[in-house]
């Protein structure tokens, strides 16, 4: 849904400025001109976290701007870990951003709508700044000057303090591994890439576009994309104007850039001059790796596993099972969009002790924490989440067993929900249950912290989810109980698959998120 779409990235970016008024996408930025000799190079040391704050607009192209420096809609940035936002004077803007080297590579802003005639022009210079990836100057007086092209703003820091911010405690890095993107545009021309996909396999990325494939190995270090040399260019004719954009698009990647992705599935990547913005592409909610079948695990956050002992997992079509070199472990499962959805497996209870006990709660815990389904050489595959991966060698192909599990045909039921992204909802047992009723055409959950609701439907042969138009109440809450809202009410925006397994486990994947739980049994009355 569009509108939802803008509304987390603004609520992400903006911090204190927020606002309720309807929002606009802006034009694309004018071109900035031609930059002048090379500015000084930041002193060593400042970092993203230099800029992560409240800053008030002391000056634009080197004069006051309109709009003073106090009140609520001063000329003001904020900088957060994943992107910008901020008030021209007149209306809100946000955006995602990611700082890299001496720049600051800042995504087209989506904005509020407040009509403000003299306000316009200075509107139109801080995002066309922002959006042209300026350098970063500290002056050494404590502000910073953001340049690019003739253009130039000088910041301040502003010590007032902020109101609370929103905090989202379920977000972390995000792993590329297994991701596809669909490219939009490159160093602030926005719609000029089409027709080109970005894609992360395990140790591999490769660039398709009218031009060919280009690719190379890779690997993740945090937010950064680290690679080696890419792949000669594909001999095949091209236009000189879809070269040069591939070139550039290579050169970013060479340049090992950092990421970010916004909470709808957006991502910028910027670095060694370059920035690119795209989104994953919307196909079917299906498995597209065939997992089904027996591999052994040749593999445990890349060193070899321990122990003499066979080391495999079996996948059937909702079920799994395997052996950890000690003991066994069995659990039920949904893999949808190159991600792996679990509870905790099962496992005997054989006491293995040293090396092979941490080696069965790693394998555990990777399988509980929604990794990432990446391709990698020899046909292995790759299950990545953020401490390692757990790497596959097929041995035999899929047999003819029945699923072990089902999908949701849509009956009534009640669940106590148990992990949200892997994590227990439950951190302490005075910690409020929460539960999720669906019922016909309807879905309503009782987080302990507020209750909220929607309806959902079969739409081209797939669930989705949609929640009331109005917010859910959350009352006294606060903390990780409140802030987690926010990851229901994506979860509950969009499509979804649920499983009910054998035993009453529940899992409800949707495109970014999970949730797993327990199926509440009916109650019997005794004779």
């Not at 680290?226 to 792949?231: G, H, L, N």
């Not at 799994?320 to 949808?336: E, K, P």
């Not at 397994?501 to 409800?508: A, T």
């Amino acid at each position: 849904m569009p509108g939802l779409r803008r509304l987390a990235l603004i609520s992400l970016s903006l911090g204190a400025c927020t606002t309720t008024q309807p929002l606009k996408t802006p034009e694309p930025p004018a071109a900035a001109a031609a930059e002048p000799a090379p500015l000084p190079a930041p002193p060593p040391g400042l970092t993203g976290k230099d800029l992560q704050g409240h800053w008030r607009i002391v000056s634009l192209d080197g004069r006051a701007p309109l709009g003073g420096l106090g009140g609520e809609r001063a000329p003001s940035l904020v900088i957060s870990p994943h992107g910008y936002g901020g008030n021209s004077g007149c209306n809100g803007f946000g955006g995602l951003g990611v700082f890299d080297g001496e720049r600051y590579y800042g995504g087209p802003a989506m904005q509020t709508l407040i009509g403000c005639p003299t306000l316009e022009a200075q509107e139109r210079a801080i995002l066309t700044l922002i959006g042209s990836a300026p350098r970063v100057i500290a002056n050494g007086d404590g502000r910073l000057t953001l340049s690019a092209g003739s253009r130039t703003m000088v910041i301040e820091r502003d010590t007032a303090p902020l109101p609370p911010q929103p905090v989202d405690p379920w977000r972390g890095t995000p792993l590329l591994a297994g991701t596809k993107w669909v490219l939009g545009g490159i160093d602030g021309a926005w719609g000029n890439l089409k027709g080109r996909t970005l894609t992360f396999e395990a140790d591999r990325w490769l660039l398709a576009s009218p031009c060919g494939t280009r690719g190379g190995a890779w690997r993740q270090t945090g937010d950064r994309i680290v690679a080696d040399a890419p792949d000669p260019a594909p001999a095949v004719s091209c236009a000189a104007e879809a070269a040069a954009m591939d070139a550039s698009l290579v050169a970013m990647i060479e340049a090992d850039p950092r990421f970010v992705t916004g909470p709808n599935g957006e991502i910028l990547i910027g670095g060694g001059g370059h920035w690119v913005t795209g989104d994953g592409p919307r196909a079917q909610l299906k498995d597209d790796v065939p997992l089904a079948g027996t591999w052994r695990i040749v593999a445990i956050d890349e060193a070899p596993p321990a122990g003499e002992g066979p080391l495999q997992v079996e996948f059937g079509p909702s079920d799994y099972s395997g052996t950890t070199g000690c003991n066994s472990f069995q659990g039920v499962y949904i893999a949808h969009s190159r991600r792996f959805f679990s509870d905790p497996p099962i496992r005997t209870q054989r006491a293995c002790g040293g090396p092979l006990d941490a080696q069965e709660k790693r394998i555990a815990g990777l399988l509980a924490n929604g990794p990432r389904v990446a391709f990698a050489g020899n046909g292995d595959i790759l299950l990545v989440d953020e401490g390692g991966s757990l790497r596959l060698s097929r041995q035999t192909a899929a047999g003819s067993s029945p699923p072990v599990g089902r999908l949701w045909r849509g009956e009534p039921l009640e669940a106590e929900l148990i992990r949200l992204d892997g994590r227990p909802l439950q951190s302490r047992p005075s910690d409020p249950v929460t539960r999720l009723r669906l019922s016909a055409q309807r879905f309503d959950i009782n987080t302990g912290c507020g209750r909220f609701g929607g309806i959902w439907r079969v739409r081209s042969g797939e669930l989705e989810f949609l929640t009331d138009p109005e917010p859910p109440p959350e009352g006294a809450c606060a903390g990780a109980l409140a802030e987690r809202l926010s990851t229901f009410s994506r979860l509950f925006n969009g499509r979804a698959q649920v499983l009910i397994g054998p035993n009453g486990e529940l899992i409800l994947a949707g495109e970014q998120h999970w949730l797993t739980g327990r199926v509440r049994r009916p109650s019997t009355t005794r004779r």
